[in-house]
């Protein structure tokens, strides 16, 4: 069966127009930290294959404006992460000169974080958590970054569900958090705010 299409009515954008900008609301520690995790059901992960070079993964992520990669191969099996610190900080160098490398040689694969090192939080211990969780733990881990697993119904397997970015928790509180202060109760929290 065959189908006829008409084009949609169009006009002109005129000299006065705007853009829409994601939804990022302003959330307290109180919030649900649901409300704070980049969900990949609903956003497509920045990803990158372990081969690319490191100088690649930058620009990627640049592009993108996020400062974090899965990294992933030809099957889309997650072999690992690697962020903007992997790339920019010491890593690349120390790597570089014990295998005899320039640094401009090195690729995602040298520099990353493997899956088997990657600590994960479930989406079911999420699910009940506030933002205040959330920024705890970040920064008693001491991470910028955490991923959100769910299990696949049909087959078992982990999932990559959702990311949690201590900068874009940052954003949504309106207040700049620094992983050098380890707080891990919510009065913790609001004392490291200055509130």
Known sequence: MERNFLSLPSHSLGGNAGFRRPNQS?????SPALTVMTDLTR????????EAPIEAANRFMMMRGVRLLLVVDEREDVLGVISATDILGERPLRVATGRGLRRDELVVADVMTPAERVEVIALADIDGARVGHVVATLM??????ALVVDSDAASGRLMVRGILSLSQVARQLGEPLQLSEVARTFAEIEAVLGR
């Open 43 to 50: 956003v497509s992960p920045a990803t990158i294959g372990p």
């Open 140 to 145: 008693h881990a001491g991470r910028q970054h």
């Open 26 to 30: 302003k959330v307290g520690l109180e």
